[in-house]
């Protein structure tokens, strides 16, 4: 089955997961005149496999991201499955990895050249910092915000984390930890959200006879009671 799939330089990397439950990275060749943007064809079939490459991991594949520190075509390509972070780079025959332990990553998105900031399924930010020059991956923990499903690098140092099942949240990233919550981060700005509505009821909070519908709101970390009031007739 397929995991994931993304065009660096002129390849095409696509995880997959075998029913032997191997791992595998297959490299397709895209052809020329797809990369130049001659081609009139709006649909462009890729099915000369240039190769593969077996990861030496149990656990299953989440994204594969193109990232390379050299102009080479042959670019390289960073890893994430449930408790590995790899790196390989073909051009110079580089592949390393570190074990980040039992992860389910939701969301990934690159800050600046070599540096990445993943979020997994319990709201706990990663920085993953790549040097293919010395080998080494680096990953270390920022602190833990709402349950993510997406990442988005603004600039300046500011994270957008977007939630399917809770509030988001706009973060400013710190290079050492904040006194207070010892967390490599600061939210700036915490954006409501009443998605998924689990349950709801009609409540008389203080006696007046005013009714407000109180709401089951989230999933998980992200869930909360919300009080609803103006916009609804009863």
């Given at each position: 089955?397929?995991?994931?799939?993304?065009v660096c330089g002129n390849r095409l990397r696509v995880l997959t997961r075998r029913a032997s439950?191997?791992?595998?990275?297959?490299?397709?060749?895209?052809?020329?005149?797809?990369?130049?943007?001659?081609?009139?064809?709006?649909?462009?079939?890729?099915?000369?496999?240039?190769?593969?490459?077996?990861?030496?991991?149990?656990?299953?594949?989440?994204?594969?991201?193109?990232?390379?520190?050299?102009?080479?075509?042959?670019?390289?390509?960073?890893?994430?499955?449930?408790?590995?972070?790899?790196?390989?780079?073909?051009?110079?025959?580089?592949k390393i990895g570190r074990t980040v332990g039992s992860v389910v990553f939701e969301a990934v998105?690159?800050?600046?050249?070599?540096?990445?900031?993943?979020?997994?399924?319990?709201?706990?930010?990663?920085?993953?910092?790549?040097?293919?020059?010395?080998?080494?991956?680096?990953?270390?923990?920022?602190?833990?915000?709402?349950?993510?499903?997406?990442?988005?690098?603004?600039?300046?140092?500011?994270?957008?984390?977007?939630?399917?099942?809770?509030?988001?949240?706009?973060?400013?990233?710190?290079?050492?930890?904040?006194?207070?919550?010892?967390?490599?981060?600061?939210?700036?700005?915490?954006?409501?959200?009443?998605?998924?509505?689990?349950?709801?009821?009609?409540?008389?909070?203080?006696?007046?006879?005013?009714?407000?519908?109180?709401?089951?709101?989230?999933?998980?970390?992200?869930?909360?009671?919300?009080?609803?009031?103006?916009?609804?007739?009863?």
């Amino acid at each position: 089955s397929i995991q994931d799939a993304v065009v660096c330089g002129n390849r095409l990397r696509v995880l997959t997961r075998r029913a032997s439950q191997e791992t595998i990275i297959k490299h397709y060749l895209i052809p020329e005149h797809t990369r130049t943007g001659s081609s009139t064809n709006k649909t462009v079939v890729i099915d000369d496999t240039v190769g593969e490459l077996q990861l030496d991991v149990a656990s299953p594949g989440y994204r594969v991201i193109p990232y390379s520190e050299s102009s080479n075509d042959e670019n390289g390509y960073l890893i994430l499955t449930t408790d590995h972070v790899l790196y390989h780079d073909p051009s110079r025959a580089v592949k390393i990895g570190r074990t980040v332990g039992s992860v389910v990553f939701e969301a990934v998105t690159g800050v600046e050249p070599g540096r990445f900031v993943a979020i997994d399924c319990d709201g706990m930010l990663y920085s993953v910092q790549v040097d293919g020059q010395r080998a080494e991956v680096q990953v270390d923990r920022l602190g833990r915000t709402g349950r993510g499903n997406s990442l988005s690098y603004l600039g300046d140092g500011l994270l957008f984390v977007g939630s399917e099942s809770g509030d988001s949240f706009t973060l400013q990233l710190l290079d050492t930890p904040d006194p207070i919550t010892k967390q490599y981060f600061t939210v700036l700005a915490t954006h409501m959200s009443m998605c998924p509505i689990n349950s709801a009821v009609l409540c008389d909070l203080d006696g007046t006879g005013r009714q407000v519908l109180v709401a089951g709101c989230g999933e998980n970390r992200n869930g909360n009671l919300a009080i609803l009031s103006k916009g609804i007739s009863l």
